[in-house]
């Protein structure tokens, strides 16, 4: 192939459409020039941007590789069949499904392969860090099932275990669910097996935010353990906006099934196609290294910004995430969202565990490392970050000064471009 064109033709969207263009341009503009510390965002390579903005979004392909139900598929087969190969060897599972559209359609056909409406489910609770899937009442898996809820311990902020395991007896419920959206440390996956087992209940681990971590060799894996591993490509893995499930293959057909016909109908082969990128890209030694990066990283940012007079939840993290408890500001962390938005920081308001605030108002904020390493940034600029955020959550309501933070944020993120500059 001396003629890589594969359809996407970025002088064709500037001619045809100079509107939406310039939202591309300005986007790229903000995600390169302001500090991204959103815990599950990052940057993709070109590579997998390329694959995702390709001929393969044109093509129906309901099925599997093999059996579908529209002709022309012999190309994207080989796409998916790429894909299929590689999620199992780099995770070592059994079975992998690359349909889901999202984490939260990947959830519903965890939850469609595995369980009748009315079941009980065991999940972690939103507020002490769990996610929509998990059972929130505003959410399908709230109004549906009857989802009983864990949390942390208030001594120390980690899973406690003991409750776990008390309420899988008291509720025998038919499947528990592990895995949190902002929960810094590591999770143990033995002991919930074993409390699965101990219940006969189904083991499904909704890994969205670390399987990057794992990916990358950095932190033990569930995918041994349990029945169902679901996840998004997008965070640390560092893949396409998509979802993905790993489970063993007893279990093979019931996901496949729930995925299509259950729940989707054709599924997007150019995020498919992006996926396998992705997953070749973590199977690399740069990729082992870069996610043990992202913990180094996210380890300094934690204690730079307890430092800083803040308070990192659980004392600190294990993994890509920290939440931060800023109440010795006296500022919220919608305030401080809003401040550091101003300030050319990007990261979210969140809930701390046992929150006085409401969820809408929080006194937490959550950072992560993801993006920042794939930038190449290392720990001596995690101390920088922590001192800009500090002062975007003291100073940002002032337009000026929130200027002047913005200006050295640009002047920091200019030694770490992510994507070539966009020529305007
Ligand atoms: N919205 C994602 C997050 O930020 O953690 C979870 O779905």
């Known amino acids: 192939m001396s003629h890589p064109f594969f359809g996407a033709d970025p002088d064709a969207l500037l001619a045809e459409d100079p509107e939406i263009a310039e939202v591309l341009f300005k986007e790229l503009n903000r995600q390169r020039t302001n500090l991204q510390l959103i815990a599950s965002e990052n940057f993709t390579s ?28 012999e190309e994207v087969d080989v796409a998916e069949e790429i894909g299929i190969a590689r999620a199992k060897a780099l995770f070592g599972a059994e079975h992998a499904n690359l349909q889901p559209h999202s984490g939260a359609s990947a959830n519903i056909a965890v939850y469609q392969a595995f369980t009748k409406p009315d079941d009980t489910v065991l999940a972690m609770s939103l507020a002490e860090g769990g996610h929509l899937t998990h059972g929130s009442k ?24 003991d409750e776990l395991e008390r309420l899988a007896h008291q509720h025998k419920p038919k499947m528990i669910c592990s895995g949190a ?35 990358g060799k950095a932190i033990p894996s569930p995918v041994p353990y349990a029945d169902a591993v679901s996840f998004t490509t997008h965070k640390v893995l560092r893949g396409p906006r998509g979802g993905m499930i790993l489970c063993k293959a007893e279990h093979a057909a019931a996901i496949d099934k729930s995925v299509f016909p259950g729940m989707q109908g054709g599924p997007i082969m150019s995020a498919v196609a992006a996926k396998a990128v992705a997953l070749k890209e973590c199977a690399t030694p740069e990729f082992h290294s870069y996610a043990k990066q992202v913990i180094i990283n996210c380890v300094e940012l934690a204690k730079a910004m307890e430092r800083e007079g803040m308070r990192a939840v659980s004392g600190g993290t294990e993994t890509h995430l920290a939440l931060i408890d800023i109440r010795s500001t006296g500022v919220n962390g919608k305030v401080a969202d809003e401040r550091c938005g101003r300030s050319g920081i990007t990261l979210n308001k969140n809930a701390i565990p046992f929150d006085p605030e409401k ?8 950072v992560g490392t993801a993006a920042t390493t794939t930038q190449g940034m290392g720990a001596s600029e995690m101390g920088q970050i922590a001192s800009l955020i500090a002062r975007a959550i003291r100073d940002g309501e002032d337009e000026a000064k929130a200027k002047e933070i913005q200006a050295d944020v640009h002047a920091l993120t200019a030694k770490f471009p992510v994507y070539p500059a966009p020529s305007a």
């Open 46 to 73: 070109s590579a997998v941007l390329a694959a995702l903005g390709s001929t393969l979004s044109n093509k129906y392909a309901e099925g599997y590789p093999g059996k579908r139900y529209y002709g022309g598929c």
């Open 359 to 366: 969820p809408s108002v929080t006194s937490g904020i959550r």
């Open 138 to 161: 505003v959410n399908f898996s709230g109004k549906w099932f009857n989802v009983v809820s864990y949390g942390v311990r208030k001594e120390d902020e980690r899973i406690d275990y």
């Open 181 to 215: 959206t902002a929960y810094p440390s590591l999770i143990d996956f033995k002991r919930i097996r074993e409390i699965c087992d101990a219940v006969g209940a189904i083991m499904w681990v909704d890994a969205a935010h670390f399987i990057g971590l794992v990916a």
